[in-house]
């Protein structure tokens, strides 16, 4: 099976996610098409596994709603 080209949206989505944050992109330029977000942001997820367990926390914080004083979840 022969593999496709990678799009020009994503060559470019990946060279701008790699040099600014997303954030960055969002206050600098108007009107980004929602398309070009969307790569723009995959780009921007950390591809190693040592990456992604520095950003990452298995705390997902509903426990301390759960025992916060006043706190109870219904």
């Known amino acids: 099976k022969t593999q496709s080209p990678e799009s020009?949206?994503?060559i470019a989505a990946r060279k701008v996610?790699?040099?600014w944050?997303?954030?960055q992109v969002e206050e600098r330029f108007e009107r980004i098409p929602?398309?070009?977000q969307r790569r723009i942001v995959y780009?921007?997820?950390p591809r190693s596994e040592r990456e992604i367990c520095m950003y990452?926390?298995?705390n997902t914080g509903a426990e301390d709603l759960a025992t916060a004083p006043?706190?109870?979840v219904a």
Do not use: I, T
């Open 17 to 19: 996610a790699e040099k």
């Open 34 to 36: 929602e398309p070009v």
């Open 43 to 45: 780009w921007s997820f």
């Open 8 to 10: 020009l949206l994503d």
């Open 56 to 58: 990452s926390s298995f």
């Open 70 to 72: 006043g706190g109870a």
């Open 21 to 23: 944050p997303f954030q």
